[in-house]
């Protein structure tokens, strides 16, 4: 004893049995009940702002909780009531049983739980439990993360849990007009699990793989009392809500019990103060009997309103062993659609308006066979069924006949792959199915076998477009075909047609037309059936007018590849048009913007493209080839390369590596390159965007080549842009080119022939995409312009001439332009610079005398037309008008030059006749034409023809202000003024209409041609 004690007393003198007893005596006074009352109220109130009340009888770290009488009391307007009351609440646990790998719940209870929930004037005793939460910054939830499909515990464990709720009531009382009270007692719960031992946790169906046992109780022994007042219904009825589950897979054989027993054939209520009868009824009976091996599916079937919807009986025998055998069958069934609605018409304002009506049948389906091959039979009938649901359109099912066959191993373990994705199905026959459906037929057929693979017909008459999409009419009929060796590689075969199309775009629908279309796709699958890749061998879409001329034709060849990443390949895309059919079938919004460029087209474009695409979620990159055939522009080797990417979700940058466009044998040659971002500034120069374009337009021909339209071209024109944020620098080149241009009426009276030879320039190009409204440049004083004194500027803009044939007289050439010994026939200064057109030195001869300007301005702004603003001065110097006239004609004519000075302004392009202002102002003019002149400006009578005969023409001037043209013709005196006297020497017309001062002009201008 002596020894014992010497031992125990050294034992007790350690450190370790000091420091373990230290760690016992902090235990003991932390987790006991006494602590538990004192400190478990003061933490509720602090986290929350409620009271708790309760009594533990348990409160330990490894074992668990107990407590007694337990309240729950939310905060004010509610601090009377509690909000949870239970007479007992248990949570127990064994923790140190993980030493030996055990996860155990001992048991999770509660005793006369009840929950009242109140809500008074809006606000709910729920509300009154958390304080508010307060505001978070949004975190941003990394998107490339995927998905845990399991949770690793790294070491080997069993759970067991036991869940016991006995006596749960839950009430709900409010005030509201709508929701008054909702009261449910007597429920009870009872759940017991045990698992086998894991080393994860899957996220999936595959967890119950883990069960070892499972029983579940709800409500096993009473139905449960249920209460409900609204503003509309008051239903207070006891019903059953009963399941009764149990899975024990460690016996032998196992042990599967289940049974459920849901409402009832007579549900009564008020609905509005009067009586409504429903009904619905679930019942199962499931039982497995060891002693025989034997599952008996008693009886498990669904009424409604009394009428079985379906009865299912059957058993499986022989389960232990390898091979159970299947027999279930559905041995009743009527699905009375229009009981039902009498039914829902009494519960109107309660529940969504629907309109149902007609009867459906199962009976006849049917699951025989033993476990590796089950034969089943699904079996569907229908008979005028129809459903609308609100004020959407009805959907009738005038007949509905569903028949299938199918061979089904439940004891397949093979791994689903691409090929087969489900392993447990041998066999399926579709032998047929057929319904009509808002007067379109549908019919199925087909088979699928896994050494054959699938083989599927599908025929469709009469379907009616418009039931579905409201834009769209026409009625289609096609004809499907879906064969592939296996689930993986499926190839699929459509003929469509569809009469007597239309479609609605804006306020305005198309006219009727016939479209056709056939199509050999090929679909390859991936895990789990997810479409892996598309092929589309052969898509060809063809659209024809009523009298059955061709308007549009497409085919399509290519490849969309999905995965992470989409690839798409079109290779090639072919629209072929007729314009003058086309026009027949589109709209009128569509025709509007096609007709005006129906001249562009031709009668017979075509277009091929090749595209190719790889979308992702952090950019899209993308290169095309176009080649077009424009016969109304005579193009026909249109080709355009391009490639581009765009980066960002919200597409932030914009990179356009290649863009080339070639025609008329590669004599035009467009050049874009583009880098561009999304800009921060208030108001970006590009959209939303800014940075860098390079554009690059050139015309290059060694001899005359013919382009379109009569015109041919030779020599070099180029303009090149480079527009850097809010600036466009470039410039426009050309050191010796010619355009000459015949119709198609030579030679003949109607030849028209022109020759513009000799360009060369040099224009400089600076213009701002931020230009602000200025000052005009026209009101004020005239002084600021720039004033040459006499010094011509240098020309970067010359013509050597341009002749043709006369603009009025048949086969008479003319010179528009007249080239001279040592210059050309016209030259001008022109400078592009911060938004300012400006020409000055400008010389053109011509008509045997010259045109000269000076201070022409030409504002561009920020290019809004009203914005827009354009002064000059014109000076015309012995101008010969005989050269206009006929040769007949011009022999009759004494003097025809003239000279005079055009000043000319102009403001608010929007609106230019009103804001045009004009002074042209003739200083020498020959008698004929003075005479002329005298008559556009005052009606032809004897007293004009003898003034005009009496007095000589000293001066003529004519203005233009908001769109009235006045005019003074000044007379020199002569001997014939002692007997005709004018006053001032002068006649003047004033406000005359802009539109009656040309009428005049053109009759006048007609009388020198006859």
Not at 430 to 459: Q, V, W
Not at 754 to 767: A, E, R, W
Request: net charge neutral; with cysteine; proline share 4%.
């Amino acid at each position: 004893m002596d020894t014992w004690r010497i031992i125990l007393l050294k034992v007790l003198k350690t450190k370790s049995f000091i420091l373990f007893f230290v760690f016992f005596l902090l235990y003991k006074c932390i987790f006991n009940v006494f602590t538990a009352d004192l400190l478990v109220p003061k933490l509720v109130k602090s986290f929350t702002i409620g009271s708790f009340e309760g009594k533990f009888k348990r409160f330990s770290l490894f074992f668990g909780i107990e407590i007694h009488d337990v309240k729950f009391f939310p905060g004010a307007p509610f601090q009377n009531n509690p909000i949870l009351s239970a007479k007992k609440i248990v949570l127990h646990w064994n923790l140190p049983a993980l030493v030996f790998g055990k996860l155990k719940i001992s048991e999770v209870g509660l005793r006369d739980l009840v929950i009242s929930i109140e809500e008074k004037e809006g606000i709910s005793n729920l509300t009154r439990v958390l304080p508010p939460k307060k505001t978070e910054e949004e975190v941003e939830v990394s998107e490339d993360a995927e998905p845990t499909d399991e949770i690793s515990t790294y070491l080997p464990l069993q759970a067991s849990a036991y869940i016991n709720l006995d006596n749960i009531s839950l009430s709900f009382i409010s005030d509201s007009e709508t929701l008054k009270s909702f009261h449910v007692s007597d429920l009870s719960l009872e759940l017991e699990l045990v698992t086998n031992r894991f080393t994860s946790i899957p996220l999936n169906l595959e967890i119950l793989e883990q069960l070892d046992y499972l029983s579940l109780k709800l409500n096993k022994e009473k139905p449960i009392p249920i209460s409900l007042v609204t503003d509309k219904v008051k239903w207070n009825q006891t019903i059953p809500l009963s399941v009764n589950f149990e899975w024990d897979r460690t016996a032998k054989p196992e042990l599967f019990l289940f049974t459920s027993n849901f409402g009832q054939d007579n549900i009564l209520m008020e609905v509005k103060n009067k009586p409504v009868e429903l009904g619905f009824h679930f019942f199962s009976d499931i039982n497995y009997k060891p002693e025989t091996d034997l599952v008996e599916i008693k009886n498990v079937f669904l009424k409604i309103l009394g009428t079985s919807w379906f009865t299912i009986q059957g058993k499986i025998t022989d389960l232990s062993k390898d091979k159970p055998n299947v027999d279930i069958k559905i041995v009743e069934s009527k699905i009375l659609l229009s009981s039902l609605q009498r039914s829902i018409d009494q519960l109107k304002g309660i529940v969504p308006e629907v309109k149902i009506a007609g009867d459906l049948s199962l009976l006849g389906t049917e699951f025989q066979g033993n476990w590796t091959n089950i034969k089943s039979k699904f079996i569907a009938k229908g008979n005028a069924v129809s459903v609308s649901m609100g004020k959407q359109k009805t959907h009738n099912i005038s007949y509905l006949d569903i028949n299938l066959v199918s061979e089904i191993d439940l004891s397949n373990t093979k791994i689903k792959s691409k090929e087969i994705p489900f392993p447990q199905v041998q066999k399926l026959e579709i032998s047929p199915i057929s319904l009509n459906y808002n007067g379109a037929d549908l019919g199925i057929l087909g088979r699928y076998t896994i050494p054959s693979g699938i083989n599927l017909e599908i025929h469709l008459q009469k379907f009616e477009l418009n039931p579905f999409v409201s834009s769209l009419n026409g009625r289609t009929k096609a004809d499907i075909s879906i064969f592939g060796e296996n689930l993986a590689n499926l190839n699929i075969n459509l003929k469509a047609k569809i009469d007597n199309f239309r479609y609605a775009l804006d306020r305005s629908r198309s006219p009727f037309s016939n479209i056709s279309a056939i199509s050999d796709i090929q679909v390859k699958f991936a895990e789990q059936f997810k479409p892996e890749e598309i092929s589309i061998q052969d898509l060809k879409l063809e659209q024809r007018t009523t009298s059955n001329s061709k308007a549009l034709q497409l085919g399509v060849k290519g490849k969309v590849q999905l995965s992470y990443d989409t690839n798409i390949r079109m290779d090639p895309v072919r629209v072929d048009l007729s314009t003058s059919n086309l026009l027949l079938v589109l709209p009128l919004v569509l025709k509007e913007k096609v007709a005006p460029i129906q001249s562009i087209l031709g009668e017979s474009p075509s277009l091929s493209l090749k595209l190719g695409s790889k979308l992702s979620k952090e950019s899209k990159e993308f290169s095309a080839r176009l080649f077009a055939k424009l016969p109304g522009l005579e193009v026909n080797d249109l080709s355009i390369d391009t490639e581009g990417k765009i980066v960002g979700k919200n597409n932030e940058t914009i990179s356009l590596k290649k863009f080339d466009l070639y025609a008329f044998d590669k004599i035009l040659h467009l050049k874009i390159f583009a880098d561009l971002k999304k800009s921060k500034l208030q108001d970006p120069p590009l959209g939303p965007y800014a940075g860098n374009i390079s554009l690059n337009l050139n015309m290059n021909s060694k001899v005359k080549k013919y382009l379109l339209k009569g015109i041919s071209f030779q020599g070099d024109l180029g303009m090149d842009l480079n527009i850097k944020d809010f600036d466009i620098l470039g410039s426009i080149k050309s050191s010796s080119s010619a355009i000459s241009y015949t119709n198609s009426m030579c030679p003949g009276e109607n030849c028209k022939v022109f020759l513009v030879d000799g360009i060369k320039s040099d224009i400089p190009i600076q213009h701002s995409l931020n230009a602000k409204p200025r000052d005009s440049l026209i009101v004020g004083d005239k002084s600021i312009f720039l004033k040459t004194y006499g010094r011509d500027l240098p020309s970067n803009f010359s013509i050597n001439q341009v002749v043709g044939t006369h603009p009025s007289i048949p086969d008479l050439p003319f010179e528009y332009v007249k080239k001279q010994e040592s210059s050309p026939g016209f030259s001008a200064n022109i400078q592009y610079k911060e938004n300012f057109l400006s020409i000055e030195s400008l010389r053109a001869y011509s008509l045997n005398g010259i045109v000269l300007g000076k201070n022409m301005l030409f504002n561009l702004s920020s290019m809004a037309p009203q914005e827009m603003e354009f002064r000059g001065n014109i000076l015309v110097r012995d101008i010969d008008l005989k050269q206009l006239m006929a040769p007949k004609i011009r022999d009759k004519i004494d003097d025809g030059k003239i000279k005079a000075d055009l000043n000319i302004s102009l403001r608010d392009f929007s609106e230019p006749l009103s804001n045009l202002d004009l002074f042209f102002s003739i200083f020498q003019i020959g008698k004929d034409f003075g005479k002329s002149a005298l008559n556009v400006i005052s009606q032809q009578n004897i007293l004009i023809d003898r003034i005009a005969d009496s007095y000589s023409i000293n001066k003529i001037e004519v203005s233009l202000s908001k769109g009235l043209v006045y005019a003074d013709v000044l007379f020199r005196r002569s001997l014939l003024s002692l007997f005709i006297n004018l006053e001032d020497s002068k006649i003047s017309q004033q406000r005359m209409p802009l539109a009656n001062f040309l009428k005049r002009a053109q009759s006048e201008i007609e009388s020198y041609q006859e």
